[in-house]
């Protein structure tokens, strides 16, 4: 605890110079359109010739050190309701623009696309992106973390795409009420970033150095306004949904069960930076499944949020933590129970302060005595220096009308968790970090209910370092989160090193070496798992690695190394082995692409092969037809079984238009014995609006025996008071 705590004043005291804003000298002006602005992708308004232009883009890779190949123009203009973007994005070269489809949130790395990072508040920590790919898919979402993009985040605006022989034009029109920003500042950060396959460049209009991703905050320019941008007046949108489903359990020849549902979700803006959102008796039947996993781990999977109530400034929440200890996680909520009502306040008080106040009710679960239960988050977070901040979280789980003295399932009465974080990022962000304490508080009190840990990253141009360590109790129980051990202390050391040759094939290449050390609370060794690796990046955006692995490893428990239901190792026992693998994955600019891992070595007191990948066929622009795989084979000395595991999972991706959708997603996982087809039809019939037809199916491989069918129809309706 003495050494978290002067590591935590290190951390506090080395970054007290604010420092200026690195490309503060990167200003583009925005003034106000004297005429309507028509979203059609021509930019032949008036006010579009006159509008200040951000040009003459810096090459962020191959290399840093020029201008852009590819010519970029953006300008920038609003009204009384609407932000507007205009970009060209002139071809150097003649041919076909890489695209994947027409789908929303597009993979970056493979489409031609312009997108926007705009920070409302120039904390150069939170904010909005926006963007399109050639083919006019919409890409919008979440900035947290200095340059991290939450995706799944889903709003109203309207885009469009139009191309020309010599260039694609992408032109946008954002309502000030999709965004969030403080009243009466002047000026806020700005970036732009251009993917170009066909020269497979990626630049910028506020230089970022290649390290770091286009999307850091830290690098951005300035949006500087001719007067503060217009105050919403009126801010609430109710989005309401009805739904009707068949489903019926084959195995257990019951019945076809039919549903019929309705709810909303709301949105008021009680600020234009601090957002009120509600629902009631939520569905989430819409969402796309998980994609399946070969589980070989003794340890619970994580599998993201991808629900859309809890996705808005969720970094208030979730970002609490690392990844193996997590104080919460959202899908604990409604995974067992449903969920009637929710509310959520989140945003910014002002420039240092954002909140985040969460309070959502379930129902009971009579078939397995589980109570009605109410989940209550509050999280808090002051911005400190130039780009840290330190936050603060209270969680509190409570079983509403439960006495367990009168039930024969026990459960909580009430679980609860104290977090405070400090997170640390230097101006230019070369330092990264940080540093926490955890408490759990239960019904049984013990001692050991503590979690704590310091994470500390250098990334510079050639050489990353980082160092990260968890200690966690025995007693730490955070049942609202995402803690698959316990009762452990954790070492995570890390080194790698870039080199940049003067190359026409190759951008960067290097070795790393990591290692995870786990110890037992008196410090005695249970586990280790150390890499040494080598990758390389090349010019067409392909990239391999080869590496090899070593691997010890103490049972707490018994473990079957197949989770198939056979033998056991018995608790206790000690193995160590060694493997080796590499892996390839194509370039993206090509129609075909594929991506192929291969390993080989041992496995406890026997051995295992895998090998896994991907195989995809663009139809541009309309879909992409791809085929996940994964193949494991475990041999192990007698008593205990053999395995041979196949998960396969081809997917088709149909985008008719960038406003109707047909994905159709089969999954045969041998672990599990099953067979899942999930096929989705989306229509977007008005921005955000949507009608889905869901239609889902589980077999048994072998007979091809169906074991269960649901069909789900649902319609939501995006509506501004």
Not at 348 to 361: L, T, Y
Request: proline fraction near 5%; aromatic fraction near 14%.
């Amino acid at each position: 605890m003495k050494k978290t705590g002067l590591i935590l004043a290190f951390g506090l005291f080395s970054w007290t110079l604010y420092g200026q804003k690195i490309n503060g000298s990167y200003v583009i002006h925005i003034k106000k359109a004297k005429e309507p602005i028509m979203i059609d992708g021509q930019l032949n308004e008036p006010d579009w010739q006159t509008a200040h232009a951000a040009k003459d883009f810096f090459m962020v890779l191959p290399m840093d050190t020029s201008r852009s190949v590819s010519r970029t123009e953006v300008r920038m203009t609003y009204d009384a309701t609407n932000i507007y973007l205009g970009v060209i994005c002139f071809d150097t070269l003649s041919g076909r623009v890489t695209v994947e489809s027409m789908r929303r949130d597009f993979s970056f790395g493979k489409n031609d696309n312009f997108l926007l990072f705009m920070d409302p508040f120039d904390d150069q920590t939170n904010g909005f992106s926006f963007g399109s790919n050639a083919a006019g898919a919409q890409w919008d979402g979440l900035m947290y973390d200095g340059s991290r993009v939450d995706l799944s985040w889903d709003n109203k605006w309207v885009s469009m795409v139009r191309n020309y022989d010599d260039r694609w034009v992408f032109e946008a029109s954002i309502p000030f009420k999709t965004i969030r920003y403080k009243k009466g500042i002047t000026q806020w950060g700005i970036n732009f970033s251009r993917l170009d396959l066909k020269l497979n460049e990626k630049s910028s209009w506020a230089p970022v150095p290649r390290q770091f991703p286009t999307a850091q905050l830290a690098y951005t320019g300035i949006l500087q306004w001719d007067e503060p941008p217009p105050e919403v007046n009126s801010n609430v949108s109710v989005i309401p949904y009805l739904s009707a489903g068949a489903q019926k359990d084959f195995e257990s020849q019951s019945g076809t069960d039919h549903d019929f549902d309705m709810g909303l979700d709301a949105k008021l803006a009680v600020t234009t930076s601090l957002n009120l959102d509600l629902t009631v008796n939520p569905d989430f039947s819409q969402v796309e499944v998980d994609r399946q996993v070969t589980n070989l781990s003794r340890f619970e999977l994580f599998f993201p949020e991808r629900r859309q109530f809890f996705i808005e400034n969720s970094d208030l929440f979730a970002n609490f933590g690392f990844t193996s200890m997590r104080p919460f996680f959202s899908r604990r909520i409604g995974l067992e129970s449903p969920i009637h009502a929710g509310v959520r306040l989140s945003g910014k008080i002002n420039k240092d302060w954002r909140i985040g106040v969460m309070d959502i009710q379930t129902g009971k679960v009579d078939s397995v005595a589980l109570p009605a239960q109410n989940f209550s988050v509050i999280s808090l977070q002051r911005q400190v220096f130039s780009r840290s901040n330190i936050s603060a979280m209270i969680i509190n789980k409570q079983a509403v009308n439960y006495d367990p003295e009168n039930d024969t399932t026990a459960f909580s009465r009430y679980n609860r968790l104290a977090a405070l974080e400090y997170n640390l990022a230097s101006p230019d962000n070369l330092w990264k970090g940080k540093f926490l304490l955890h408490k759990t508080f239960s019904e049984d009190t013990r001692s050991d209910d503590f979690a704590h840990g310091v994470n500390l990253e250098y990334n510079s141009r050639n050489i990353n370092v980082e160092w990260q360590h968890e200690m966690v109790g025995e007693n730490f129980n955070p049942e609202v989160g995402f803690v698959p051990r316990r009762g452990y202390i954790k070492l995570n050391p890390e080194v790698a090193y870039r080199f940049f040759p003067d190359s026409r094939r190759v951008i960067t290449h290097g070795p790393a070496i990591r290692s995870t050390l786990f110890f037992d609370q008196s410090f005695d060794f249970l586990d280790r798992t150390s890499f040494l690796e080598y990758n390389i990046n090349f010019i067409n955006r392909s990239e391999a690695t080869f590496w090899i692995r070593d691997d010890f490893i103490t049972l707490i428990d018994d473990f079957d190394p197949t989770n198939s239901g056979g033998e056991e190792l018995p608790a206790g026992t000690s193995y160590q082995w060694h493997t080796a693998g590499l892996a390839y994955e194509s370039t993206p600019g090509n129609l075909f692409t594929y991506s192929l891992e291969i390993t080989q070595g041992g496995y406890f007191d026997g051995s295992r092969f895998n090998a896994s990948g991907a195989a995809g066929y663009r139809i541009q622009p309309f879909g992409n037809l791809t085929l996940d795989f994964s193949y494991n084979s475990i041999r192990l000395p007698d008593p205990y079984e053999d395995a041979d595991f196949w998960l396969v999972g081809p997917r088709i991706d149909m985008t008719f238009t960038n406003k109707i959708f047909l994905t159709t997603f089969v999954q045969y996982n041998e672990q599990q014995d099953n067979l899942n087809i999930n096929a989705r039809f989306q229509w977007r019939y008005k921005p955000a609006s949507d009608l889905f037809v869901v239609y889902t199916d589980n077999y048994l491989p072998q007979s091809l025996k169906v074991r269960n069918r649901a069909l789900v129809l649902k319609l939501t309706y995006w509506w501004n008071i």
